[in-house]
């Protein structure tokens, strides 16, 4: 191989096989050199261009967000943990029965929100993929909201709803589970904000005890709006009573202040979610504590996925994201999905193929389903497509 010769600026001076940088003659039109420079000079200018375009794409933040198929875990399975398996599930305290099959909580991915914003390539790749959905940024976070707040409000909708899910659960099995129910939040234009503080645990409304969220949200409702009446509470270790008034907030009665349930529960209930946040799997989970806490295996075997936030009454909520954890429990090897009947709207139309979605409007409907599904009889059931 031959070394081109250099000048003293250091670029090649000429020599064979190797174009002079600098020209020492003109170039007609007619010389293939002419041509040759005309698409180099094009070449380079698309190459610019996409380069820049390339960058656009890649780098400038959109007020959007991509929602797309999460992972899957099975509850009744493992999860490895600095390179140590453990139960996702774990109950001590009471029996528990071997089990089979799986049951999954699914999960969304969410590409964007604050401090990530999405870009326009992810956007583009989204929109032309069947299960990936573009959402505006302020209709899955609050304006404003940081990334470290989004996480830590996560993280209690889990833990809260893990909790929910165990008093839901093991309540339908007999045993008793008290709980208390506290001010967690008293906001400044709250009606009562002289009066109640948070911490303030919840004792008797009108004279009437109040040991559970539901009893104290049904006497709220008996009162009339406006109208004083008296408020049992324990603060500091003493009790007291003071006089509070509830606002009509659309079809509710309110008394302006934000309620925290902490449960006492007669077993301890351990679940290993990993870094999930939000409060969308607490239907599974108690379904999950029913299989274990009851002989045999609920569901036969067979791959049971599904999805839907649990109150302390067993209704089960609405959630976002249903059509993306559908494709994520399907490639996972579900067969069988359970969704909130309130999603069933949005369920319609979309379920992907192989996949059975099973309406669930309670946390005793999951039960039912849950069994019928592992006896055999799922195809008996209602489905958000069939009704």
Request: aromatic share 4%; net charge negative; glycine share 14%.
């Amino acid at each position: 191989m031959t070394t081109p010769p250099w000048n003293q600026s250091g670029r090649p001076s000429g020599g064979a096989g190797y174009l002079p940088l600098e020209r020492t003659s003109a170039v007609t039109e007619g010389d293939p050199r002419h041509t040759l420079r005309r698409r180099t000079r094009t070449y380079l200018a698309l190459a610019v261009v996409g380069a820049l375009l390339v960058a656009a794409l890649t780098s400038l933040g959109l007020p959007y967000v991509v929602m797309r198929a999460g992972p899957v875990t099975n509850i009744l399975g493992t999860t490895d943990e600095s390179g140590t398996a453990k139960p996702v599930l774990a109950i001590e305290g009471a029996t528990t029965y071997p089990t089979q099959g799986e049951l999954d909580f699914t999960t969304v991915v969410i590409v964007g929100g604050p401090g990530h914003s999405a870009t326009a390539m992810d956007l583009l790749v989204a929109w032309l993929s069947p299960s990936q959905e573009v959402l505006p940024e302020e209709q899955v976070f609050p304006p404003g909201q940081t990334q470290e707040e989004a996480d830590q409000e996560g993280a209690a909708e889990m833990a809260s709803s893990q909790e929910i899910a165990a008093a839901v659960a093991l309540r339908s099995l007999g045993k008793e589970v008290k709980e208390r129910v506290t001010i967690a939040e008293v906001p400044d234009d709250s009606p009562n904000s002289v009066v109640l503080q948070a911490g303030d645990e919840i004792l008797s409304v009108a004279g009437k005890p109040v040991a559970t969220d539901g009893a104290l949200r049904a006497e709220l409702a008996r009162q009339t709006p406006q109208v004083p009446f008296n408020v049992g509470i324990r603060r500091s270790g003493g009790e007291r009573t003071v006089s509070i008034k509830t606002v009509e907030r659309g079809e509710r009665r309110v008394i302006g202040v934000f309620l925290s349930i902490d449960y006492d529960l007669p077993v301890k209930v351990t679940i290993n979610a990993g870094g999930v946040g939000g409060p969308s799997a607490g239907l599974m989970f108690g379904l999950a504590i029913h299989d274990v806490l009851t002989p045999g295996a609920a569901t036969g075997g067979q791959v049971i996925a599904g999805t839907g936030t649990l109150d302390p009454d067993g209704v089960v909520g609405p959630i976002g994201g249903i059509r993306q954890k559908m494709v994520g429990a399907r490639d996972d090897g579900a067969q069988w999905f359970l969704a909130p009947a309130d999603n069933c709207a949005e369920v319609a139309g979309s379920v992907p193929d192989g996949l059975r979605v099973v309406k669930v409007g309670t946390y005793a409907e999951g039960v039912a389903a849950l069994k019928a599904i592992g006896s055999g009889s799922g195809d008996s059931l209602a489905t958000c497509e069939a009704g």
